[in-house]
Nanobody, 111 residues
Framework: QVRLVESGGGLVQAGGSLRLSCSAS???????MGWYRQAPGKQRDLVATITSGGTTNYADSVKGRFTISRDNAKNTLYLQMNSLKPEDTAVYYCTARLLDWGQGTQVTVSS
């Protein structure tokens, strides 16, 4: 089991940027990681994933705006979010293998 702690959320105006971080309690070297988000009253949806080998996958709604990356030496996962839109407002969760989840970090984008 890996303990995950997200950070970097906040309030930003539309068009702005944020970088989320997810710090893991142990090695993530061989673990597929991902970011999901949940808006109020909606289900938790995929944002982006990255395999242990570095292959990435993105939801259509964030392609070209968000970038997922990982630093295995620091046991940290990142999500760079650019050109943010009000519809990106949600709680963002980090996951390891879809088994372990962080507590989430709130991202609010104002119009």
């Amino acid at each position: 089991q890996v303990r995950l702690v997200e950070s970097g959320g906040g309030l930003v105006q539309a068009g702005g940027s944020l970088r989320l971080s997810c710090s893991a309690s142990g090695s993530i070297f061989s673990i597929n990681m991902g970011w999901y988000r949940q808006a109020p009253g909606k289900q938790r949806d995929l944002v982006a994933t990255i395999t242990s080998g570095g292959t990435t996958n993105y939801a259509d709604s964030v392609k070209g705006r968000f970038t997922i990356s990982r630093d295995n030496a620091k046991n940290t996962l990142y999500l760079q979010m650019n050109s943010l839109k009000p519809e990106d407002t949600a709680v963002y969760y980090c996951t390891a293998r879809l088994l372990d989840w962080g507590q989430g970090t709130q991202v609010t984008v104002s119009s």
